[in-house]
């Protein structure tokens, strides 16, 4: 009887640990995401302003030619909403998240 016990506690054990490394591999890397994303939008240069309302970040740009639309949208953005040198992005919940590691890109 001990002996299956012992059994059920490191099969237990052995899905603990599975689950945990599930879960990091699926958290972003929200820094990471902020670079690519200022990069994708033309770089530093080419943002003018940005903000968050909710789950949008939105961003005034230079040249709105140079943000690559589609590679953000398959980063991860729910949809893109261009009016003029504007882009509303819908991010979700991460939208301020991202915003707050793009502060940290312009303070650098």
Not at 83 to 107: F, H, P, T, V
Request: glycine share 6%; charged share 30%; hydrophobic share 45%.
């Amino acid at each position: 009887m001990e002996q299956y016990i012992i059994q059920y506690i490191l099969i237990a054990v052995v899905l603990i640990i599975f689950a945990v490394a599930i879960a990091k591999t699926k958290k972003r890397d929200f820094k990471l995401d902020a670079n690519k994303l200022v990069e994708l939008l033309g770089g530093k240069d080419n943002i003018v302003k940005y903000e968050v309302n909710k789950s949008r970040f939105i961003v005034e740009l230079k040249d709105v030619s140079l943000a690559d639309k589609e590679a953000i949208q398959k980063m991860g953005a729910k949809g893109i909403v261009e009016i003029d040198n504007q882009l509303k992005i819908i991010l979700g919940d991460n939208a301020k998240q991202i915003k707050k590691y793009i502060n940290e890109l312009g303070d650098n």
